[in-house]
């Protein structure tokens, strides 16, 4: 009977070691068992090895992701500044324009001879002129800034906006809905 050559099997990166037949002695003197203990020490090395090099690349993987995450989300932080920006500038405008508006209700007041509701429009047209210009030459971290102060320091009157504002959504909501024949029979 002639023997088959075996093929062995190792790791990338392991050493090539010939293998000997269980019971024989290796070139160097040793038992089968022998070697085998030394091939197992040798294929846990090697494993280490591969195991600290797959833990580098994930981390390196990992490094290159959260760079690329950083990215985008600063990215994304300043389209919505752009934004925010933008919005605010033609808000504020809008509000001046409110304003010069409700001076010219004043205005006709003074003429009616109705100076007590005259003097409350020109208050109301300032304060508006004042959040106009706040709009207009604030940028977007401040205008955020400001608005968690605000909410910091007066979180109840936050929470009954938010409520009111809710109110007012749902009663919008509820009217634009059509109205529903109901066929009686």
């Known amino acids: ?13 392991a050493p090539m070691v010939p293998m000997s037949r269980p019971g024989s002695d290796d070139a160097d003197g040793g038992s089968g068992s022998e070697r085998v203990d030394q091939l197992a020490g040798q294929a846990r090395e090697a494993g280490g090895e591969l195991a600290g090099q797959a833990k580098q690349v994930g981390g390196e993987i990992a490094g290159q992701a959260k ?20 919005r605010s500038t033609k808000a504020g405008a809008s509000v001046r324009e409110a304003a010069h508006d409700v001076r010219d209700i004043a205005e006709e007041l003074r003429r ?28 977007a971290d401040r205008i955020m800034g400001d608005a968690r102060r605000f909410a910091r320091e007066r979180p109840a009157v936050v929470v009954a906006g938010a409520a009111v504002v809710g109110i007012v ?16 029979r």
């Open 112 to 139: 009616k001879g109705r100076d007590r509701p005259a003097r409350l429009a020109d208050q109301a047209a300032e304060r508006m002129e004042a959040f106009g210009s706040y709009l207009q030459e604030s940028d």
């Open 67 to 86: 760079e690329v995450g950083a990215k985008l989300a600063g990215d994304a932080r300043d389209a919505a500044r752009v934004q925010v920006d933008d």
């Open 1 to 13: 009977m002639t023997e088959q050559p075996r093929t062995n099997i190792r790791p990338a990166g």
């Open 169 to 184: 959504a749902g009663r919008l909501l509820k009217a634009s809905e059509p109205e529903r024949e109901v066929a009686h």
